[in-house]
């Protein structure tokens, strides 16, 4: 993940990999199955962390479950979703998951080098590459993304924690989460193999508070308990030193006491001539009647009419509660995850880079998160994986551009997703973002305020000197604009006012009066400004022009779905309408009519998600720079 949007926000990178197939560990995932993520929002997300969650509410509040599950979906690979909101393949086909990434990486161009790295380069505080077999791999940035210590077969063997330590990190001792439990006592091995289904299994922490209850699938083993219960059951006993846990077994929760008891005096009844050890072949597994027997004090050879009203009072209880000491865990190699990992304090909660070594980031299990089972440990994996490649890809570039003075001029008709898009590229180049639109928006806005008819040059040109525009730049990083003191940022969004920015656009004097105040911002900065006409009149001199647009339909289902989420609906038809009617406007104004000037570059996005879009314009405007 952090190789492949590392690549789409335009570097070329390299990829270490000891193993002999990428994807070792995750094709082994959900049985086989890879449980892709949970479709979950961010606080749901959070909520499954029990680890640091909180150090990914960045990350998780720009890629939840749903964004998971739209990326893979735009990789070729159908999603469903099952019970607890778990996101599986339909083809229920882990190589699925692993097959996309790798047509993705190699789609991409990246580097697959089958070597396992060293140690880290650091020059003057800063990531340099990685060192394999004597071999430097230079690098403006590394990623650290090399899991934990679980599974070490699937080349989870600690090299991260060794690099982090290098960097001078301090890791919080990996101790293993999501994993088999160590039982006191003899029952457990004497049950070995036996498997129950549709119990509910309790953990109490100090034999008083509750702290997991579910019902599910348990295993017993020779060494204690396991299965996908268990497992679960286990990330949320993390204080062993500081107190203890205990099991406690419903294998009847079906059925209340009263119910259970009624069964087993019936039981009891029709075969009254039968041992008790007999009786309990009709309740429990064969493998488990030794145990119970000696459980409950009831010898096994004991007819079912003599068993006592205290005997039954006591098989009851047991059915319902059987008790299991644990000792602790099985190691950190047979855990499903690692918990534990490099302090999260030391690293950037939004980037993912570390506060020690410049250009040094983490990703996935290396870090002190984990989570409980459901899909949420890879969900960490993806949105880690992503802040990091893209956080990495653009620190150097950052740098570098802000040393050259450029403009990217972005025109297009409504709907083909410029300002969206424009805002996306700005904030990776870290250039400024200039939404002119706005700016016509506001003088459309003040126009309907105040009566006058869009259509009434004269009232629009006496207005003019009246109006007070103001552009500033919040906390968000985002432009805002005002209407006087007023901040309008939502307000000329609305429908009515596109219509009016549209046909107050096309007077020649609301051009001129506004086109010093473009041309000014884009000699003081570097810019990406979007719009109609940025390419052929305002920014003519532009070092990257792009065309940016889609087919009808497409943009009118993006505004259809824009204005359904602003809470100001409209029937899809009619948006189809304004749009073409507005399409028409832009064309065939006299003035700037919007058109392609000859050296933009066309970017078609009707065929393209986001991502995809945000990469080709990224791609585009590095290329035309680097030219």
């Known amino acids: 993940m952090s190789a492949v949007f590392a690549a789409r926000s335009g570097a070329a990178v390299t990829l270490l990999e000891p193993n002999e197939r990428l994807g070792k560990k995750l094709n082994i995932t959900g049985k086989g199955r890879c449980n892709v993520t949970n479709d979950s ?57 692993s097959a996309a990434l790798e047509r993705e990486l190699r789609r991409l161009n990246v580097r697959i080098v089958r070597e396992r790295a060293d140690c880290l380069e650091i020059e003057n505080g800063c990531a340099a590459g990685a060192r394999c077999n004597g071999r430097t791999y230079s690098a403006d940035s590394v990623i650290i993304a090399t899991g934990g210590l679980s599974y070490p077969a699937t080349g989870s063997t600690g090299d991260g924690y060794r690099f982090a330590k290098q960097a001078g990190h301090t890791i919080n001792e990996p101790r293993g989460s999501l994993v088999p439990l160590v039982c006191a006592g003899g029952d457990c091995a004497e049950m070995q193999g036996l498997s129950l289904k549709n119990i509910l299994l309790t953990v109490k ?79 429990v597994p064969r493998s488990m009647i030794p145990v119970m027997v000696r459980r409950t ?47 999260v304090g030391e690293v950037d909660p939004g980037t993912m880079e570390s506060k020690l070594v410049h250009g040094l980031y983490f990703a996935g299990e290396v870090l002190d998160v984990d989570a409980y089972t459901g899909g949420f440990n890879l969900q960490i994996a993806w ?78 040109r006496a207005l003019l000197p009246n109006i007070e525009i103001g552009m500033k730049y919040g906390d968000d990083g985002m432009q805002h ?5 007023e901040d309008v940022s939502g307000d000329i969004r609305l429908p009515e006012i596109s219509m009016y920015a549209s046909a107050v656009s096309a007077y020649a004097f609301v051009r001129d009066y506004l086109l010093e105040m473009q041309r000014t911002l884009a000699r003081k900065q570097s810019v990406i400004m979007d719009g109609r006409d940025i390419g052929t009149v305002v920014l003519p001199d532009a070092e990257v022009k792009i065309y940016l647009t889609a087919n009808d339909e497409v943009r009118a289902k993006r505004r259809f779905n824009e204005l359904e989420q602003r809470g100001t609906p409209k029937p899809y038809d009619e948006v189809l309408e304004e749009l073409r009617q507005r399409d028409w406007n832009d064309t065939h104004r006299e003035v700037a009519p919007l058109c392609r000037a000859e050296d933009a570059v066309l970017v078609d996005t009707s065929e393209l998600d986001f991502e995809q879009s945000k990469y080709l314009i990224l791609k585009t405007i590095r290329e035309k720079l680097a030219q």
Do not use: C
Not at 304 to 322: D, G, Y
């Open 205 to 283: 922490y100090n034999k008083k508070k509750t702290i997991f209850s579910e019902q599910g699938e348990l295993l017993f083993t020779h060494f204690g308990v396991s299965g996908p219960l268990v497992l679960s059951a286990s990330a949320h006993m993390r204080d062993f030193e500081k107190g203890s846990y205990s099991l406690s077994i419903d294998l009847k929760p079906a059925l209340d006491e009263k119910k259970l008891d009624e069964r087993l005096l019936r039981d009891l009844s029709e075969r009254s001539n039968q041992s008790f050890s007999s009786v309990l072949g009709g309740l």
């Open 383 to 460: 949105a880690t994986g992503k802040a990091a490649g893209e956080a990495a890809a653009s620190k150097q570039r950052r740098t570098d551009m802000k040393k050259t003075h450029f403009a990217v001029a972005v025109d297009g008709p409504s709907g083909a997703g410029k300002s969206t898009l424009s805002k996306a590229v700005a904030k990776e180049l870290g250039i400024t973002y200039v939404d002119t639109g706005a700016i016509y928006r506001v003088i459309g806005l003040a126009a309907f305020r105040n009566d006058v008819d869009k259509n009434d040059a004269d009232g629009i």
């Open 41 to 97: 929002s961010r606080d749901e997300l959070i909520a499954n962390v029990p680890r640091n969650g909180r150090f990914l509410y960045s990350v998780f509040s720009r890629w939840n479950g749903r964004d998971t599950m739209s990326f893979f979906e735009s990789l070729g690979v159908p999603l469903k979703v099952e019970r607890g909101k778990r996101v599986f393949p339909v083809s229920d086909r882990s190589f699925d998951i």
């Open 481 to 485: 604009m005002y209407l006087g003191n």
């Open 297 to 343: 004090e009831i010898p096994s050879d004991t007819r079912a009419n003599s068993v006592t009203r205290e005997q039954r009072r006591r098989l009851l209880l047991t059915l319902k509660s059987f008790d299991i000491d644990v000792e602790g865990t099985r190691g950190v190699e047979e855990a499903i995850i690692t918990s534990g990992g490099v302090k």
